[in-house]
């Protein structure tokens, strides 16, 4: 394919004409295929200033409609056999609103459309298994970067001065940095705009729209369930009551650890113990690590039982019911202190422990539900123990999670 002389011709030419583009947008089986990211990344990097950006089939619509048809170098791949009827949609929506593109495709019954859609600005790839097409296009694509640089009076074997600078600046200029009290206030600030009204709390009460149109009783528990969790935890007077087992001596020590300059803890290590809960735990240790400046890590319930570093608190979780094998692998060989979020539970290492801090269950248990409630749970337990202490709110770190 590097000696097609055509295939070459073509590439020199596209790259003269989108040589003042800002921007290298791919539309690509994004979701399917991960050539459509590589072949972006190395206009960008060719280009050394103009973005590149890959957008699915799927997500298309929202650059359509808004994208100006002179500014940007739009490639359509469309090489991904599974998705052909997709991606000649997306052709035809930019023909419509008349924005060059540039169509590469595989030999197919649809070639005739593509190639009025494109204006002729299309190339056909040699069709291989659908697992090694990928492979074929990147070498394509890298030629056709490389005279896109060119292009764009680049030299060959020359790179950036300043490389990271040149590839990142426009993506950085968004970027502030404030210091602790600004960040504060911007949250304020931004609880301020977003505290639910009266009305929005009223309407969380009554079945929604979503409850009536639900095509079985799962579906429709599920967001009933997640209705009544949103109320609660918009109503300032009854969101945080619902975690058990919280008494002031587990407030006590918890407050110690978390928040304390002379706490004996080293390392909070939090230990899922399924899927759904390891996706929550990621999402609240990102929150956490903002607010709490022990250091962080996570780990599957078999590293945990394998080796725990003493000075650790281990925060273990579930958004099922656990199995009591598990919950006693984890804890078999530690004498570092524990707490337990989720459902309720019990174990030889659970019950009676003297390095259980507290037991922080909720008796619910309604499927794919658990993992909203467990993420609520999270984030109400180090809410709710700087209230039991200092017995009053921590007022932009409750906003910010309502």
Not at 91 to 105: C, G, N, P, Q
Not at 140 to 164: C, D, H, M, S
Not at 333 to 353: H, Q, R
């Amino acid at each position: 394919m590097l000696r097609d002389e055509n295939l070459k011709a073509v590439s020199e030419e596209l790259a003269r004409r989108y040589a003042d583009s800002p921007a290298a947008v791919v539309i690509d089986a994004h979701q399917s295929s991960g050539a459509g990211q590589e072949i972006a990344l190395k206009l960008e990097e060719n280009s050394w200033s103009a973005i590149g950006k890959t957008i699915d089939y799927s997500e298309a619509l929202p650059f359509i409609e808004n994208e100006s048809p002179t500014e940007s170098l739009v490639i359509v791949n469309a090489t991904c056999e599974r998705r052909l009827d997709e991606a000649v949609a997306i052709m035809e929506k930019l023909h419509h609103r008349r924005i060059e593109f540039l169509a590469v495709s595989l030999s197919h019954r649809q070639q005739e459309l593509m190639d009025r859609y494109s204006d002729g600005n299309s190339v056909y790839l040699k069709r291989l298994r659908e697992d090694l097409q990928p492979f074929v296009n990147l070498v394509v694509y890298y030629q056709f970067a490389f005279y896109f640089g060119l292009a764009r009076g680049r030299e060959i074997g020359v790179p950036p001065r300043n490389r990271a600078k040149s590839l990142t600046i426009s993506r950085s200029l968004k970027m502030n940095h404030h210091t602790p009290a600004e960040r504060v206030q911007l949250l304020n600030e931004a609880n301020q705009a977003s505290t639910p009204t009266e009305k929005v709390i009223e309407d969380a009460g009554e079945k929604s729209e979503w409850e009536d149109k639900a095509l079985n009783e799962t579906e429709r528990r599920y967001y009933r369930n997640m209705r009544r969790l949103a109320e609660s935890m918009a109503r300032p007077a009854t969101g945080f009551s619902r975690l058990e087992g919280l008494d002031a001596d587990a407030a006590e020590r918890l407050h110690g650890i978390l928040f304390s300059d002379a706490s004996d803890i080293e390392e909070l290590i939090l230990v899922p113990l399924d899927r759904s809960a390891e996706a929550a735990v990621r999402v609240v240790a990102d929150q956490w690590r903002a607010l709490i400046e022990l250091p962080f890590s996570v780990m599957s319930p078999w590293e945990a039982a394998a080796h725990v570093p003493d000075g650790a608190l281990l925060i273990i979780s579930s958004a099922a019911p656990p199995s009591v094998k598990i919950l006693d692998m984890v804890l078999a060989n530690t004498n570092d202190p524990f707490i337990w979020l989720g459902p309720e539970a019990s174990g030889a290492f659970l019950s009676g422990s003297d390095n259980c801090i507290g037991l922080f269950s909720d008796a619910t248990v309604s499927g794919f539900h658990n993992v909203d409630l467990l993420y609520c749970r999270m984030n109400e337990l180090p809410i709710r123990v700087w209230k039991q202490w200092h017995r009053i709110r921590p007022p932009w770190w409750e906003g910010m999670f309502r």
